[in-house]
């Protein structure tokens, strides 16, 4: 009886199973037929007889070189993190644990930059970092990166401090923590997966963004990679280097995957938070 309905099982899954597998084939296609023509000859391309690395050597020889552009994406990536977890963690610890005047509409407020489309600021923001001195520089850009990213990171961090029962942080306060105190001893680790998705997403953010930096960014030396991908496409006379750029695809997605593959638990625990509240 027990093998039947194990089978029966089985079979009530197989639509979930179905829909699972049709997906997964519909978003990893792109990625795969990239990495297939990354490497396929194609005439115009520095592999144009053979399967080898050519577009990847022409990727690393191109203007200031494929390590210069990995090191700008690095470092704009990272500095859009650490600003976006440092100035969340403390925006969603204020509007989960402090009541004041005007609290929930502030919170409105920061949830509406969500509604202002993304290009329109650019340019005002454009003239507000060349009045700051920061125009085409690397620490300039992760500003406005992280900006965007905090009404979203701010919410996460919000129901992510929600979910902590308040009875753990007044215990810690008795004990003779204090504000900081139990928020660093206590709240940081229960709140450590809304941390990770928060950290995940700006990370994948910055790392994947052009239009800011098409905007905010006039040195080529000082371009992310993904800039530099699209002005590699055009590099002889308009003529597109298709195998090149599928090996830029490829280099800029190895680190978004092999992060979400090592993070994805943590992840879905941070999306997760909130329905668990209680």
Same mark, same amino acid.
């Given at each position: 009886?027990?093998?039947r309905? %194990?089978?029966?099982?089985?079979l ?16 990893m296609?792109?990625?795969v ?8 000859p194609q005439a115009?391309t520095a592999?144009d007889?053979?399967f080898g ?10 203007d ?13 990536s990272?500095?859009?993190v650490v600003l976006?977890?440092?100035?969340s963690? &403390?925006?969603?610890?204020a509007?989960?644990?402090f009541?004041?005047?005007? %609290?929930?509409?502030?919170f ?7 509604m202002?489309?993304y290009a329109t600021?650019?340019?005002p923001?454009?003239v &507000?970092?060349?009045?700051?001195n920061?125009?085409?520089?690397l620490?300039g850009?992760?500003l406005v &990166?992280?900006?965007y990213?905090l009404?979203f ?27 900081f105190?139990?928020?660093?001893r206590?709240?940081?680790?229960a ?6 998705t928060v ?9 994947n963004?052009f ?6 960014i006039?040195?080529?030396? %000082? ?5 530099a991908?699209a ?7 308009g003529?597109i280097d ?6 830029g695809?490829v280099?800029?997605?190895?680190p978004c995957l092999a992060?979400?593959l090592l ?13 668990l509240k209680?």
């Amino acid at each position: 009886m027990e093998p039947r309905m %194990k089978l029966t099982s089985h079979l009530g899954r197989t639509p979930y199973y179905v829909l699972a597998g049709g997906l997964a084939v519909i978003f990893m296609f792109p990625l795969v037929w990239s990495a297939f023509a990354s490497v396929s000859p194609q005439a115009g391309t520095a592999q144009d007889e053979g399967f080898g690395f050519g577009n990847y050597r022409t990727l690393l020889e191109y203007d200031a070189g494929l390590w210069q552009y990995l090191w700008n994406s690095t470092y704009v990536s990272i500095a859009t993190v650490v600003l976006t977890l440092g100035v969340s963690l &403390l925006g969603g610890y204020a509007f989960a644990r402090f009541d004041f005047p005007g %609290k929930n509409v502030l919170f409105l407020l920061t949830l509406a930059i969500l509604m202002v489309p993304y290009a329109t600021l650019l340019i005002p923001l454009y003239v &507000l970092l060349g009045n700051l001195n920061l125009s085409n520089t690397l620490i300039g850009l992760s500003l406005v &990166l992280a900006m965007y990213q905090l009404p979203f990171a701010t919410f996460m961090m919000r129901i992510s401090f929600e979910a902590v029962p308040r009875e753990l942080e007044e215990s810690a306060q008795v004990d003779g923590c204090g504000t900081f105190g139990a928020l660093r001893r206590i709240l940081l680790p229960a709140v450590k997966p809304g941390l990770i998705t928060v950290g995940l997403f700006a990370f994948l953010a910055a790392w994947n963004d052009f239009i800011a930096p098409l905007i905010l960014i006039s040195d080529s030396s %000082k371009a992310p990679l993904p800039l530099a991908i699209a002005n590699l496409r055009q590099q002889s006379m308009g003529a597109i280097d298709y195998g090149a750029t599928e090996a830029g695809v490829v280099v800029l997605a190895v680190p978004c995957l092999a992060l979400f593959l090592l993070l994805q638990r943590h992840y879905i625990r941070g999306f997760m938070s909130g329905a668990l509240k209680g």
